[in-house]
Nanobody, 121 residues
Framework: VHLVESGGGLVQPGGSLRLSCAAS????????MSWYRQAPGKERELVAA????????NYADSVKGRFTISRDNSENTVYLQMNSLKPEDTAVYYC???????????????WGQGTQVTVSS
């Protein structure tokens, strides 16, 4: 299993970024994929999750209405569109693969290397 995130960077408050996670080494369309984030001094938290067929999604309350998770199973890629970014969204964002086939929001064993998102003026 290999997960590679990209798309992070520095953005002003109110701005937008789109994160991508390219996956390989497993049957991508069978697994829930999630985005987590970890800010300095804080625990890693679930941001959003999407089922294998993109039928189900789940979002942290703090990002509802601002972030959108999506996936392209033909490209083995999961995305996180982040709009109306706030300074409190600053964190390292990680891609995660569920351990079991099907829908679920428990973190799996495989993580990407992370991509830094910094929201600051």
């Amino acid at each position: 299993v290999h997960l590679v995130e990209s798309g992070g960077g520095l953005v002003q408050p109110g701005g937008s970024l789109r994160l991508s996670c390219a996956a390989s080494g497993f049957t991508f369309s069978s697994y829930t994929m999630s985005w987590y984030r970890q800010a300095p001094g804080k625990e890693r938290e679930l941001v959003a999750a999407i089922s294998g067929g993109a039928v189900y999604t789940n979002y942290a309350d703090s990002v509802k209405g601002r972030f959108t998770i999506s996936r392209d199973n033909s490209e083995n890629t999961v995305y996180l569109q982040m709009n109306s970014l706030k300074p409190e969204d600053t964190a390292v964002y990680y891609c995660n693969k569920a351990d079991k086939i099907g829908w679920g929001t428990r973190p799996g064993s495989y993580w990407g290397q992370g991509t830094q998102v910094t929201v600051s003026s």
